[in-house]
């Protein structure tokens, strides 16, 4: 195996409305595009995957959502 560094700083973000951060902690990072790694269909019946789309639509920001299987 080759050398190599494997470096991934982890920003995990917890407490009431902590969805309201999405957008402008993916701007401090400079990011463009969001992965948003679900467990199950109560992500989607709460509204919670359509309302970080709308969080992100205004920035410009993409989300690709990924259901855990």
């Given at each position: 195996?080759?050398?190599?560094?494997?470096?991934?700083?982890?920003?995990?973000?917890?407490?009431?409305?902590?969805?309201?951060?999405v957008?402008?902690?993916?701007?401090?990072?400079?990011?463009?595009?969001?992965?948003?790694?679900?467990?199950?269909?109560?992500?989607?019946?709460?509204?919670?995957?359509?309302?970080?789309?709308?969080?992100?639509?205004?920035?410009?920001?993409?989300?690709?959502?990924?259901?855990?299987?």
């Amino acid at each position: 195996m080759k050398d190599f560094v494997y470096y991934a700083p982890t920003e995990v973000v917890f407490g009431k409305e902590s969805e309201e951060k999405v957008a402008p902690l993916v701007k401090r990072y400079h990011g463009r595009k969001v992965l948003v790694h679900y467990g199950g269909s109560s992500a989607k019946k709460s509204g919670l995957l359509d309302k970080i789309c709308r969080l992100l639509h205004p920035e410009d920001m993409e989300a690709i959502y990924q259901m855990a299987r």
